[in-house]
């Protein structure tokens, strides 16, 4: 019975690990949002995703934490003077049954020219490999009152909350 809760909350643990970031504040090197003053009304605000976030997702969280940061401050709008989003990509290779890596090699039969053939030989197993995509996306913005100036890189934050706000999907809580 031990066994089996134990079991259960180890499969729990790693099922809560396997989603996308949500939207929420970085703490400790943990993933999510983070911003820094650099004056009274410019800010560099980052959204750090894990790797099944996808890039428009760490975007759209760093958007919208741009607008929630400028009514936070009593501002009205947010212009971006510098943008840009990194991809930290790793590839990654697995080979064979998990099961049975923990128990060593275990031959199925013999070759006559290359020998024992084996179930987990790590010279004929098939490994197969796979690309691991992490985004992180870092702004530097500037916040102003009043409406909006007309040009690309400016945004009504309050226009921002509401059309994003539907998208985001904030932690869940215990």
Same mark, same amino acid.
Not at 122 to 127: C, E, I, R
Not at 134 to 138: D, G, H, L, T
Not at 150 to 161: I, K, L, N, S, Y
């Given at each position: 019975?031990?066994r089996?809760?134990?079991?259960? &909350?180890?499969?729990?643990? @790693?099922a809560a690990?396997?989603?996308?970031t949500?939207?929420?504040?970085?703490? &400790?090197?943990?993933?999510?949002f983070?911003?820094?003053?650099?004056?009274?009304?410019?800010?560099?605000v980052?959204?750090?995703?894990?790797?099944?976030?996808?890039?428009?997702?760490?975007?759209?969280?760093? @958007?919208?934490?741009?607008?929630?940061?400028?009514l936070?401050?009593?501002?009205?709008?947010?212009?971006i003077?510098?943008?840009?989003?990194?991809?930290?990509? +790793?590839?990654v290779?697995?080979?064979?049954?998990?099961?049975?890596?923990a128990?060593?090699?275990?031959? +199925? $039969?013999?070759?006559?020219?290359?020998?024992? $053939?084996?179930?987990?030989?790590?010279?004929?197993?098939?490994?197969n490999?796979?690309?691991?995509t992490?985004?992180?996306?870092?702004a530097?913005?500037l916040? &102003?009152?009043?409406?909006?100036?007309?040009?690309?890189?400016?945004?009504?934050?309050?226009?921002?909350?509401?059309?994003?706000?539907?998208?985001?999907?904030r932690?869940?809580t215990?």
């Open positions: 019975m031990f089996t809760l134990i079991c259960l &909350g180890a499969v729990a643990s @790693l690990c396997a989603t996308a949500p939207y929420q504040q970085a703490a &400790g090197g943990a993933y999510g983070d911003e820094m003053a650099i004056e009274n009304d410019r800010y560099r980052s959204f750090s995703g894990n790797s099944l976030t996808d890039r428009a997702t760490v975007e759209n969280y760093l @958007l919208f934490r741009a607008a929630e940061l400028t936070e401050r009593g501002y009205d709008h947010f212009s003077a510098q943008r840009e989003t990194d991809a930290e990509r +790793r590839t290779g697995t080979s064979g049954d998990p099961f049975h890596s128990y060593g090699f275990r031959y +199925r $039969y013999f070759h006559p020219t290359f020998g024992w $053939y084996g179930l987990r030989d790590p010279f004929w197993d098939d490994v490999m796979r690309e691991i992490r985004y992180e996306a870092q530097e913005i916040m &102003g009152r009043g409406p909006a100036p007309d040009t690309p890189e400016a945004f009504e934050a309050r226009e921002v909350v509401e059309n994003l706000g539907p998208r985001i999907v932690p869940e215990r």
